[in-house]
């Protein structure tokens, strides 16, 4: 049931990614929307790569675990641009994110 509610909100937060990436509107094209794409795609690459047991064999378990290793790196590092991101927006004196 766990699988099933993670792959569920995988699927809904990669619609979400896919509309941002397909916007026409130009606020999407900041750091911080950047950033936060990329941190969605870390975020999904390791759920589906750890989380969701898939049948594999030792070799590909060790490759699963090492691409999940890699996305979750991946996604924190991401996260803490975002984080940067906004302290920088919110200490600058126009509170501007250009």
Do not use: Q
């Amino acid at each position: 049931m766990r699988e099933v509610i993670e792959f569920a909100g995988c699927a809904f937060y990669f619609l979400i990614l896919m509309a941002i990436i397909f916007s026409r509107d130009k606020s999407f094209r900041k750091p911080f929307w950047i950033f936060f794409l990329t941190s969605g795609v870390y975020g999904i690459l390791c759920i589906l790569a750890y989380d969701i047991e898939w049948e594999w064999s030792m070799p590909t378990n060790v490759i699963r675990r090492a691409v999940s290793s890699v996305s979750s790196l991946g996604h924190t590092i991401a996260k803490f641009y975002v984080v940067l991101s906004r302290y920088v927006v919110l200490r600058s004196s126009s509170l501007s994110d250009n």
